[in-house]
């Protein structure tokens, strides 16, 4: 792997609101999370993930996203996006002022056709009625291929699986998509070289990449994307997430651990790493239990400067 980096600047989205608080089981009131999403904004974040347009039942923390849409104000030059399921996704996303939504399937073949049975291609393809929709009502549209670096379901998700599902979304017309590692199975090589590979093959895609930290390699991935060109990156605030299906799942890697790196190393995010960590322990706070956060617990590099010990005099 080529340590000459090639990336100078990154785009985050903080997707702490959505993929993190969808795994807590307190539910997290629509003026909690308004204050936590205005607080992101106000660090410099340029692209937030609000909230998920998915029935309630399924997602009961999620409930409430139309409610924090509708109390939220929108700072100019922000992207608030949230991801939906289907056309009903849409529908709630245009009556709450949501101008952007995004798609999920999972690469895994076995697992997409025990649950819907259809392979995760034609799913997308299932998917052009809301693009179309969406596009009627001039909401923007992007996709996300969860398990794209492995799944718990098969041994190895295989790289035309994988091509086949860009594919598809580049069909119904969507260019953004994010590869996301759910399962916390992707490591820095296999990322290096997928998303080298990705870059070349379909170079009119805007691609985001997806860590969840669960083995500890969502920084070093990042950094293994950064190294193959990619710039976008979802991160959570305190590290905060799960996933209900994956066991020991943890969150996305913690927001501030990404800035506080890519600020040691000189790469421009527009982030305030202070005002984001000030986010982080209010959302510690709120949860009342342990995150996966280094800077909340150690604080930053620069910060650290101890009283040298007295040498002990001896006579
Ligand atoms: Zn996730």
Redesign the pocket.
Known sequence: MSWMNPVKKVILCE?GPR?GLQNEKNIISAEDKVRLINGIVEAGYPVVEVGSFVHPKAVPQMANTDEVFRSLTFRDGVEYRALIANLKGVERAAACGCRKVKLNVSASKAHNIANLNRTPAETVAGFGKCVDAAEEGGIAVSGSI?MAFGSPWDREIPLSDVKEIVEAYLAVGVREISL?D?SGQAYPTQVYEMCTEMKAAYPEVTWWL?F?NTRGLGIANILAGMSAGFDRF?TSFAGV?G?PFVPGAA??VASEDVVHMLDEMGVETGIDLDKLMEVSRDVAKLLAHPTDSYLLRAGKAKDLILDLPQRQKNN
Request: charged fraction near 15%.
């Open positions: 997707v993929d969860s996301s759910a997806h969840h979802d997430g996933c969150g996305n």
